[in-house]
């Protein structure tokens, strides 16, 4: 299984409202990550999680509030969003994030958010 | 800063024909490179990977070449399909850990 599984697919919210993002991979990895991805643009890392705690935050803004419950699972709260945070956002693994030798990242499909 | 571009935008090909996507690196510190292939509404997919201490690596119809002394990466795809038709991307990791660098992207149309 070589999987990586976001939910939901598709997402609609208003400026005000709360609502999660969640990712999902049964690979073993123990690296996760969030990433950012505006249409024809090159995806944008966010946050990166390694061993279930955040190494890397890339200046994002509060509204986004990361989350790794356990080793399988990414989640992405959202709250009083802005229309241009409208995107593609993609979770990805990996076997490990540094000092144990790199692997390849798995991304999942990507929930398409739209702030209205 | 450092960063990770790509020659062409957009790469217009022939169903049959190989195709060249190259990509220019900028950090010197990076060691390993990987090639994605995103199309429309998915998310990216791992095509093939390269580690610096190596100039060539072969997949099934795909061939990565790393040359560092230009800092230059390619991907050469044999007998385009129209199933190849996607945007790929290069990314690096920055040579400290696995927090990938993606390149701009390139636009591969496979013409029938």
């Known amino acids: 299984d070589t999987e990586v599984t976001q939910t939901p697919k598709h997402l609609v919210m208003g400026m005000t409202n709360k609502k999660s993002l969640k990712c999902e991979q049964h690979m073993g990895h123990r690296a996760m990550y969030w990433y950012k991805q505006k249409a024809k643009k090159p995806p944008e890392l966010m946050f990166v999680y390694s061993y279930e705690k955040l190494s890397i935050n890339e200046s994002v803004p509060s509204r986004f509030s990361p989350e790794c419950p356990n080793s399988s699972l990414l989640n992405l709260h959202l709250h009083a969003l802005q229309p241009e945070d409208s995107a593609l956002y993609l979770c990805?693994?990996?076997?490990?994030?540094?000092?144990?030798?790199?692997?390849?990242?798995?991304f999942g499909q990507g929930t398409r958010l739209t702030v209205v | 800063g450092e960063s990770v571009g790509l020659h062409l935008p957009t790469l217009s090909v022939q169903e049959g024909d190989n195709s060249i996507i190259n990509c220019a690196y900028s950090n010197s510190a990076s060691d390993y490179f990987i090639w994605y292939k995103q199309e429309s509404g998915k998310g990216p997919q791992f095509i093939i990977d390269?580690?610096?201490?190596?100039d060539k690596r072969q997949g099934q119809r795909v061939t990565v070449l790393l040359n560092k002394t230009v800092k230059h990466l390619s991907l050469q795809i044999a007998a385009t399909q129209p199933g190849d038709s996607a945007v790929y991307f290069c990314a690096e990791n920055g040579g400290a850990t696995n927090k990938l660098i993606f390149g701009t992207g390139t636009l591969l149309a496979v013409q029938p």
């Open positions: 390269i580690r610096s201490n190596m």
């Open positions: 990805a693994s990996s076997q490990y994030f540094s000092g144990q030798g790199d692997t390849e990242a798995f």
